[in-house]
């Protein structure tokens, strides 16, 4: 079956501009998650969804990142005004349930000049 | 607060020699979870294994064997007879069982395998 895919893989930007990533999850996963890996600071969480919820949004590092998850598929990450400290390769995973083994897309890298 | 340390860095290694990937975590919760993944050069993290707070017994895969030991808060990764695809970046991470959500990794460990 598909794993997790994200759009783009990569995206280069101009300092300012908005962006919006995009993950599809595993059909039938119910639980879906961001994450950011950057040079600095490593692997963090940003925020999950629980079908088309999200119960935590504490790991979103501005008021600039926002995410939606529609029809309990299909998410968007969006980034407003982005700045170069934004720049970092955005991964994505779902998982069955949320207590389940979380399965990780390829990334998109996001680069902002 | 939960932490995962993986000290080692950059570990370098001769195609067949074995290699241990060590992990230390920090938790308060009597229960949560550990994992390994690896992440290639093609960048896509693989999900390697799940550990149970309650379940000490040691596992084996193939080449891959995992050291859980709650006494000293490791979960090491062995290697045996590496090989050059062995090469990636390993990640541990913890989940605890109050935020069952969010995986807390450390910053990783790159391993080179050479012919």
């Known amino acids: 079956g598909a794993g997790v895919s994200q759009s783009p893989s990569n995206k280069v930007t101009e300092k300012g501009k908005d962006v919006e990533l995009r993950c599809d999850p595993i059909?039938?996963?119910?639980?879906l998650y961001w994450y950011r890996q950057s040079l600095g600071q490593g692997l963090e969480f940003l925020i999950y969804?629980?079908?088309?919820?999200?119960?935590?949004k504490s790991g979103l590092p501005s008021d600039r990142f926002s995410a939606e998850r529609t029809g309990g598929s299909v998410s968007t990450l969006t980034i407003q005004r982005t700045q170069q400290e934004d720049s970092a390769v955005y991964l994505c995973?779902?998982?069955?349930?949320?207590?389940?083994?979380?399965?990780f897309g390829p990334g998109t890298r996001l680069t902002v000049l | 607060a939960q932490k995962v340390t993986q000290a080692q860095t950059e570990i370098s290694v001769v195609e067949k020699e074995d290699v241990t990937l060590d992990c230390v975590y920090e938790t308060r919760d009597t229960t949560y979870y550990l994992f390994w993944y690896k992440q290639p050069p093609s960048g896509e993290l693989v999900f390697l294994i799940r550990?149970?707070?309650?379940?000490?017994q040691n596992e084996i895969s193939g080449r891959y064997s995992w050291n859980f030991q709650k006494s000293t808060s490791s979960f090491n990764f062995t290697i045996t007879a590496s090989q050059v695809v062995d090469s990636a970046v390993y990640f541990c991470a913890l989940r605890e069982r109050d935020s069952s959500y969010k995986l807390i990794f450390g910053s990783g460990t790159r391993l080179l395998v050479r012919p």
């Open positions: 059909s039938g996963h119910t639980a």
């Open positions: 995973a779902s998982s069955l349930e949320v207590s389940h083994e979380q399965f």
């Open positions: 969804f629980q079908g088309n919820s999200a119960p935590d």
């Open positions: 550990r149970n707070s309650f379940d000490e």
